[in-house]
Structures are given as C-alpha cells and as structure tokens.
C-alpha cells in the first residue's frame, strides 16, 4: 500500500511559479511509475507529467512542454513538479499518481492517488 501526499498549491498570478510537492509512503517508492494529473471544473482529469524509476526517463503533455518539469528524490520518496510561466488555464486541482513498472508512457490507470492540491492562476 501506498500513500501519498500533495503540497504546494496555491493562488499565484499569471506568470508565476510553484512548486508541487508529494510525500509517498512505502519502502518500495524507487520501483514506481511516479505522475502529476489535474482535473480543471467541468473537464476530465488530464495527464501532466510521469516519471520512471531513476528519473530520467520523464513525459509531459504538450501543453505543459517547456514550463513544467517533474523530478523525484528517491531517497526522500518525493516526487516534485516545478511550474513555471503559469497560465489561467493551469488552473485546477493537481494529482499525485503512483503504479508499478517503468514506463512514462501516457497511462490513466495508476494505483494510487492523492488527495489533491488547488493551483489557481489568476490573470
């Protein structure tokens, strides 16, 4: 069983930076698939950004490329995304996702989630 854990969302203005943070329990944390989702009001939950094992092997959305960048600290069973340039439509509560393997593939169909952090860009 896993568990995880979401900080650092907030209000920040358009053109500004956050960083998520997910805290994941377990002792097996370097052998999952780690990934940031969000879900804007009346949309479907959209895949963000994964990462594998050791972290270099990474994948992000197209409409993330280039702003947003995920890492993990293995030894602190922490995954991070760090948010630049954020626009409006960033807005939206973001997700921690965990499964085992290896792959970045884009994949819907993780074990566990967290809870979920608020991002609101305003303009």
């Known amino acids: 069983q896993v568990q995880l854990v979401e900080s650092g969302g907030g209000l920040v203005q358009a053109g500004g930076s956050l960083r998520l943070s997910c805290a994941a329990s377990?002792?097996?944390?370097?052998?999952?698939?780690m990934a940031w989702f969000r879900q804007a009001p009346g949309k479907e939950r959209e895949h963000v950004a994964a990462?594998?094992?050791?972290?270099?092997?990474?994948n992000y959305a197209d409409s993330t490329k280039g702003r947003f960048t995920i890492s993990r600290d293995n030894a602190k069973n922490t995954v991070y995304l760090q948010m630049n340039s954020l626009k409006p439509e960033d807005t939206a509560v973001y997700y921690c996702?965990?499964?085992?393997?290896?792959?970045?593939?884009?994949?819907?169909?993780?074990?566990?989630w967290g809870q979920g952090t608020q991002v609101t860009v305003s303009s």
């Open positions: 996702a965990a499964r085992p393997g290896n792959s970045v593939t884009v994949n819907y169909d993780y074990n566990y």
């Open positions: 377990g002792r097996t944390f370097s052998l999952y698939t």
């Open positions: 990462i594998g094992w050791s972290g270099s092997t990474t």
